[in-house]
């Protein structure tokens, strides 16, 4: 009698009929007699779907079956593609080996502090819980990182500070280029730091605090080079002697054209850029220097009756140098605007001081002095108006025609420059180069922004290194932002103007690209918060205890956001 064994299986049967094929799935008995084996079929079950017969192959292979959300569990999920994005730009830019060719722990570390200033600006003690909440320390093979290695690092960046700049400026500079440069301040939080001091603020708004000052150079794109500290009580113009030595000693640059601030270029630096090399220089003249120049008759206002920008020369108080006057209206009209406002709100300040004196309830010359004077610090317009004061009187008006003289210079800015010659730049191309100190501009708002430079709490050589941090930092925002430019509504196809002094038109495109609402505009930061979502998961297997990593799939703006890096990121070895 033969003995059945009771092992059943789906046996899928392929038959063909011409040039048709036909398909079944039957459940079949295993079946031996003797020494042969027979199968018996038991079912057909060719009407189930495909993935209830797979199921059943599986069962009858004795294959533990469970519900798909019970296959696996999650153990971790930490964000990653922000992460991936920004360590992508890092690698392809070739920043490890700029700052040192040799890898090690240290080079690894100061990695991680310009990214993840990059991705989200804190304190080294803040980086070292970052480390661990995302793959940043995965992906740099960091583990166990305590704030103390941060700050070892920082002094071990700090020694090739040199060495990083003078490759940047290879890679980035060359002979006849122009170099931007300007200079900022950021508060400082201590007392131990000799670079802190009182001085100019340059806009921080912390008034009564210490500063750090800091000088940026970038290339003619606005990319930043290098970056030098100085102490806080350092006027700007103090700094450009040693950033032109840099540009000639250091990076080995024999024709340079500096393009600076007008705060910047005093007489002294002038010199200074005129008998280094072969060095040229843009600037612009202050207004007290163009008021010499209209009232010495070397400059005339009815010039720009019928046009925006004019060459004229001045032997007499420049002598071989290029002046470039440009006057635009929309300046001009809001400065007047504004100038009438305060006016008129000072009047409304200082007639209300003159009823007090009138009523008799303010008297003495020194206290109707400190009233009117509260009114000339807030609105700062006290050149333009003509006080008397006594003990019981108080009387004032406008000067008239000293205002006047003023308006007519509204909306007139001029341009400086010396060994730029025609043929090397044009009056309007030297009008676009002075123009492009709005790139460094960006760069300090960036750095006192999203990059959160600011406040500086160190000793001195690690203030000099977080500012290199946050410079090579800024240098890969920088890439991210041209390589985002689609996403971000960068008008990057603005067609070339021929009138450097108009105002900036959008393209077309842009205008086309900001009304498409379904495609919302994005910052650099918004983008990296969405690449945040793409999460890396440590997934293990129910009922063992075998793990794997599986990184979520992104999303069309993640793919599109990793694309664009790697198309135009860029490549250096």
Known sequence: ?????????????????????????????SVREGRRVRHETVANVSSLPPAAIEALSLALKGVALVPAGEAF???????????????????????????DREASRERDLCVAMIAGRVLAPRSKLGLTRQLESCTLGACLGLAGVVHDDLYAAMDWLYERQDGIERRLAARH?????????????????????????????????????????????????????AVDCHKGSLKDSQTLAGEVQR??????????????????????????????????????????????????????LSLFDQQNLAEIGCEELYPGQRLVVCKNPLVASERARKRSELLDATEKELAAVKARVDAGTLEGEAQIGLAAGAVWNHYKVKKHFQVTITDHTFTYERKTEQISQEAALDGLYVIRSGNV????????????????????????????????????????????????????????????????????????????RTDPVAKAVRSPQATRNAGQRHNPCHTITSLLDELENRTQNTIRVTGSNATFQQTSTPTPLQARALQLINEHVPRYT
């Open 421 to 496: 010659s025609p043929d090397e730049l044009a009056a309007a191309g030297l009008v676009r180069a002075y123009k492009q100190l709005k790139e460094v501009e960006k760069r300090f708002g960036d750095l006192k922004g999203p990059l959160q430079v600011r406040p500086i709490h160190h000793l001195e050589d690690r203030v000099r290194s977080h500012l290199l941090i946050c410079m090579l930092s800024e240098y890969v925002r920088f890439h991210l932002q041209q390589a985002w430019a689609e996403l971000l509504f960068t008008d990057d196809n603005a067609a070339s």
């Open 73 to 99: 569990e999650i153990l971790a999920a930490r964000k990653h593609g922000h992460v991936e994005a920004v360590l992508e730009v890092i690698s392809r830019l070739g920043l490890p080996r700029l700052i």
């Open 247 to 300: 540009l000639e000693r250091r990076f080995g640059l024999s024709r340079v054209i500096v393009v600076t601030d007008r705060g910047i270029s005093t007489s002294e630096n002038v010199k200074v850029i005129s008998q280094t090399a072969d060095f040229g220089y843009i600037t612009a003249l202050k207004a007290p220097q163009i008021r010499k120049l209209v009232k010495d008759e070397h400059l005339q």
């Open 1 to 29: 009698m033969a003995r059945m064994t009771g092992a059943m299986h789906v046996a899928k049967i392929t038959r063909r009929h011409g040039d048709r094929e036909y398909v079944s799935h039957l459940v079949r008995r």
């Open 173 to 225: 500079l060359r002979n006849g280029t122009l170099a931007l440069y300007d200079v900022s301040c950021s508060h400082f939080e201590g007392r131990c730091c000799p670079l802190a001091a009182f001085g100019y603020d340059h806009g921080t708004g912390k008034r009564g605090r210490m500063q750090v000052s800091y000088g940026l150079l970038c290339d003619p794109d606005g990319r930043p080079v």
